[in-house]
């Protein structure tokens, strides 16, 4: 996603883990960490006074920076949509064929923060531009812990990118099946 290289680039990160709070408060907005209801990890509030983004701080540490990355991605991406967005559930990986709106928002929230916290740049360096097996959960969660981001997070990025093995990626050439797997 271009937004995501063009906050990455402006930040000068170039190694995982991206420090999102640092990029959040850079970008000018508060970050509010409260506990709220199991099923809300996160909020983006606009005011004439400023921006917010808030944060379940009853949610697990990689869920909490994917719901910051989100509420940023809303804020750059939906920047003349309504002041509050309010996301009841962290990652909804959804069919592209959902056409409401506030679907596809939360849809493009997503693929932003995957994007930003899971470059495709250092995951292709890390990788030496091979993949890793899905069956692989040692693997996949050694490279989650790098980024700091949940496995199902980090599953899902490398999907998008093409660089899982043992399942068809979203839209790779075939070669990049035929590629060894990495061990990491």
């Given at each position: 996603m271009a937004e995501a290289e063009k906050v990455l680039a402006r930040a000068g990160y170039?190694?995982?883990?991206?420090?999102?709070?640092?990029?959040?408060v850079d970008t000018g907005l508060q970050i509010q960490s409260q506990p709220l209801e199991t099923n809300v990890s996160g909020?983006?509030?606009?005011?004439?006074?400023?921006?917010?983004?808030?944060?379940?701080?009853l949610h697990h540490r990689n869920r909490q920076r994917f719901t910051l990355a989100h509420e940023l991605g809303h804020y750059i991406l939906h920047h003349d949509?309504?002041?509050?967005?309010?996301?009841?559930?962290?990652?909804?990986?959804?069919?592209?064929?959902?056409?409401?709106?506030?679907?596809?928002?939360?849809?493009?929230?997503?693929?932003?923060?995957?994007?930003?916290?899971m470059p495709e740049s250092m995951l292709r360096r890390d990788l030496a531009e091979r993949y890793i097996d899905a069956m692989d959960e040692a693997a996949v969660r050694n490279m989650a812990r790098r980024y700091e981001v949940s496995p199902q997070a980090l599953t899902i990025r490398l999907m998008r990118v093409g660089l899982l093995g043992g399942v068809d990626p979203i839209g790779p050439p075939a070669q990049q099946r035929k590629r060894p797997p990495t061990e990491f």
């Open positions: 170039v190694r995982p883990p991206v420090p999102i709070e640092d990029i959040i909020f983006l509030i606009r005011k004439d006074s400023g921006a917010y983004v808030g944060v379940n701080s949509s309504p002041t509050v967005f309010v996301d009841d559930a962290l990652i909804h990986f959804r069919a592209e064929t959902t056409t409401t709106p506030n679907d596809m928002y939360e849809m493009e929230a997503n693929a932003f923060a995957g994007a930003l916290l």
